[in-house]
């Protein structure tokens, strides 16, 4: 799937360009989510010349989880599970670096 696929595109008007552009990113579905950037930057005095910036990123599978920095702030459920997992820890690891946004995790 791709980004443009359930975001329409943003093309703000001459009288709107800034410096910055905000444009919320939530996919539809827990899946992988190709986002296509192509960003037009010039200035005014140029009379409508532009560079154009093109970037092609991955977000990956669960990217709209927030990693919970601290603990202290939540609070803890009543219930949980117990399971065991017969995958090497480096393979655990490697899924979850891929399938998460955050920073990577080590071992």
Not at 71 to 89: H, L, N
Request: glycine share 2%; net charge positive.
């Amino acid at each position: 799937m791709h980004f443009y696929d359930f975001i329409p595109c943003r093309h703000p008007k001459d009288n709107e360009l800034s410096g910055s552009l905000e444009i919320p990113i939530q996919p539809p579905k827990d899946i992988s989510v190709d986002l296509h950037v192509k960003a037009f930057v010039g200035n005014k005095q140029t009379n409508h010349q532009y560079h154009v910036f093109e970037l092609t990123r991955t977000l990956p599978k669960f990217s709209m989880y927030i990693l919970v920095s601290d603990p202290a702030t939540i609070t803890r459920p009543d219930s949980g599970i117990t399971f065991t997992v017969k995958e090497r820890i480096q393979r655990v690891l490697m899924w979850i670096n891929q399938t998460f946004y955050w920073m990577k995790i080590s071992m």
